[in-house]
């Protein structure tokens, strides 16, 4: 192609550059990096920091455990264990998702190759998605549970079928808008984030399928 | 990081800032975006600088983590193609000998190269560095077949968007 041959030979020849001179360079480099992995990096340690704050205010002993103990008697079961262990077990997920993390975060090497790079950038950013939704299976589980405790424990005060229609739909509305407000969010990161990055990953990908 | 260390990088980095600058012409379409990425190029050379381990050409190491800076971890400012910046940008090509159509071609040339996505961009950076198909499947991570093929159908694309 004689007009690429051409660009070609223009642009070995070009040196009109902007002359960047050793005192700004050194002044450059001490500079904060702006970078995507920068951004994946920062973003997910306040998401473990807001859910790790979440689970603790939302599944402390004030809230779950007192109505699991009114019904102690009949919820003799797997999930019993979990809500009286409920600090426990979401205090082991945080710390295994954050070694996880810190692990996937430590292999992105910039001189790695292209689909290399962007697939260890992806798997990291991955990590704290799937802490995410452990955790909001977590406290939609546990959501469900006090739910449940909450009628059985007014068994005696008598419902009207009515009232529990209500209550059931307020919750589900209440359970929707939460999962509505977490897909916002998410749409969000990753609509200004790693977009660009997904799509060059795609077509990175489409040379080796085509 | 020791500061011999810091001044051997900075020396390397002065001698080959000309690399960085023509991966920044590629992938930017402002002098303010073209600033920004030889910045964040810069940093990420120097973060990665002490695994550098020298059994690879300073310049071979700093192109792929240049591309792979440009590609995958700068977040793009400039969203719209500016005419008027190509035109100023292809106004600061050298010419030994000057001739219109030639200028006119390079313009139009240059302009079709900003059309392509950035992975098509990336090949053609190597391709116009001269590097080799070996070079540029260990750089993008496919394999050297298909280098070749999308190489091909870049050229295809190239002439489409010059003829439509």
Sequence with gaps: MKELDLLKKHWNETKDFPKVSTAEIEKMIHKKSSSIVMWILFISILEFLCLNLVSYFFLDDDGINVNVSVNRPESNSSFAFMIENIDYISGTISLFFIVLFYFNYRKIHVASSTKMLMKQIIKTRKTVNYYIYTNIVMILICFIIATVNIFQSNENQQFSTENYIIAISVLSIVCLLFLGVVWLYYKLVYGILIKRLMKNHKELEKIDLE | ?164
């Excluded at chain 2, 020791?2 to 402002?30: A, G, M, P």
């Excluded at chain 2, 996505?117 to 260990?138: G, P, Q, R, T």
């Excluded at chain 2, 298909?146 to 968007?161: G, Q």
């Design chain 2, 1 to 164: 990081m020791n500061k011999s260390l810091e001044q051997d990088f900075i020396q390397l980095l002065d001698k080959n800032q000309n690399l960085i600058h023509k991966v920044c012409r590629l992938y930017t379409s402002d002098d303010f975006s073209h600033k920004d990425l030889f910045q964040e190029i810069s940093i990420q050379l120097w973060n990665a600088f002490p695994k550098f381990r020298g059994d690879s050409k300073f310049t071979t190491w700093a192109y792929r983590v240049a591309l792979n800076t440009a590609i995958s971890l700068y977040r793009k400012k400039d969203k719209s193609v500016n005419t008027i910046v190509f035109d100023n940008t292809i106004h600061k090509f050298e010419y030994s000998d000057y001739n219109y159509e030639e200028e006119e071609q390079l313009k139009l040339m240059y302009k079709a190269v900003h059309q392509l996505n950035d992975i098509e961009k990336a090949l053609v950076f190597m391709y116009l560095e001269d590097k080799n198909y070996e070079e540029i499947s260990e750089t993008l991570g496919i394999s050297e077949i298909n280098a070749r093929v999308k190489m091909n159908r870049i050229k295809s694309k190239l002439k489409k968007i010059l003829n439509p």
